[in-house]
Nanobody, 116 residues
Framework: QVQFVESGGGLVQPGGSLRLSCAAS????????MGWYRRASGKDRELVAT????????NYADSVKGRFTISRDNAKNTLYLQMNSLKPDDTAIYYC?????????WGQGTQVTVSS
């Protein structure tokens, strides 16, 4: 069964950095585009970044462009999100999933809190 396990979140001060990881299983990771998503309290889940299965096509939401970097290791079935220059508005639960996806198989996510 499709499963995602996100990790690496935490509490960080504005301007700080975090690196999120997502371990994927239950499907052929190396043949699927992937995405990082986030849901802030009281808001809908939004798409943060996407990466093609060969990492040759990458896109970011305007709100994170220039600060976040998505990457993947197909040998380890793992997706990453390097987050720099974090802002309070980045506070959210971060999830990974296939892109596009059918709206199912979401993991627990990892909480990122940016606060002084």
């Amino acid at each position: 069964q499709v499963q995602f396990v996100e990790s690496g979140g935490g509490l960080v001060q504005p301007g700080g950095s975090l690196r999120l990881s997502c371990a994927a299983s239950g499907f052929t990771f190396s043949s699927r585009a992937m995405g990082w998503y986030r849901r802030a309290s009281g808001k809908d889940r939004e798409l943060v970044a996407t990466i093609s299965y060969r990492s040759n096509s990458i896109n970011y939401a305007d709100s994170v462009k220039g600060r976040f970097t998505i990457s993947r290791d197909n040998a380890k079935n793992t997706l990453y999100l390097q987050m720099n220059s974090l802002k309070p508005d980045d506070t959210a639960i971060y999830y990974c999933n296939r892109y596009p996806n059918d709206g199912h198989n979401w993991g627990q996510g990892t909480q990122v809190t940016v606060s002084s």
